[in-house]
T-cell receptor, first 116, second 116 residues
Framework: AQSVTQLGSHVSVSEGALVLLRCNYSSSVPPYLFWYVQYPNQGLQLLLKYTSAATLVKGINGFEAEFKKSETSFHLTKPSAHMSDAAEYFCAVSDLTNFGNEKLTFGTGTRLTIIP | NAGVTQTPKFRVLKTGQSMTLLCAQDMNHEYMYWYRQDPGMGLRLIHYSVGEGTTAKGEVPDGYNVSRLKKQNFLLGLESAAPSQTSVYFC???????????????FGPGTRLTVL
């Protein structure tokens, strides 16, 4: 089964500083990878996804992630943090079921705090 | 377009009581999912459905049942609630796309359940 590992359950950065959230995957086949964001007391929403079209993926709100097969990584970055980026971020990998739909396996999440 | 809605938003149960959580989506999506979110564990898949009348077990199905009698609704039932089922429950839906993977899941706002 495929899995993802998120290093660092809590990350704090100053407003305007670089945001780097780490995700490593374990997969025997080329994976489909996702980053979702969860704002307080809300559901998850998709930030970006990797589907093998391009290794550098741009998402919403200025976030991007780079797929590195040699490092089995899909780290999320943003050049300049904003107060509104404070949220929990989840990396996920998908598996196809026998029915043909996808199941997502999530990492344990990283809570991002922005310091004014 | 309401997207994915969940009812109720909050609920407190006593051990042994039963309840049903309702998920509704207005995007005509084929696939629907129930997850639970616990601190430090990310989201874990409970059950999913690939169409009316077709459901399957996810990662943590024990103690839960589901039904999908209408395409737009997916119900999660707890027959005899236990304190270990205290969690935040999220419903999600996704469309059936050609090519299979890399498909976005759309999440509801969640139901916070406490079992005393």
């Amino acid at each position: 089964a495929q899995s993802v590992t998120q290093l660092g359950s809590h990350v704090s950065v100053s407003e305007g500083a670089l945001v780097l959230l780490r995700c490593n995957y374990s997969s025997s086949v080329p994976p489909y990878l996702f980053w979702y964001v969860q704002y307080p007391n809300q559901g998850l929403q998709l930030l970006l996804k990797y589907t093998s079209a391009a290794t550098l993926v741009k998402g919403i709100n200025g976030f991007e992630a780079e797929f590195k097969k040699s490092e089995t990584s899909f780290h999320l970055t943003k050049p300049s943090a904003h107060m509104s980026d404070a949220a929990e971020y989840f990396c996920a990998v998908s598996d196809l079921t026998n029915f043909g739909n996808e199941k997502l396996t999530f990492g344990t999440g990283t809570r991002l705090t922005i310091i004014p | 377009n309401a997207g994915v809605t969940q009812t109720p938003k909050f609920r407190v149960l006593k051990t042994g009581q039963s309840m049903t959580l309702l998920c509704a989506q207005d995007m005509n999506h084929e696939y629907m999912y129930w997850y639970r979110q616990d601190p430090g564990m990310g989201l874990r898949l409970i059950h999913y459905s690939v169409g009316e009348g077709t459901t399957a077990k996810g990662e943590v199905p024990d103690g839960y049942n589901v039904s999908r009698l209408k395409k737009q609704n997916f119900l999660l039932g707890l027959e005899s609630a236990a304190p270990s089922q205290t969690s935040v429950y999220f419903c999600a839906s996704s469309a059936r796309l050609a090519g299979g993977e890399g498909n976005e899941q759309f999440f509801g706002p969640g139901t916070r359940l406490t079992v005393l």
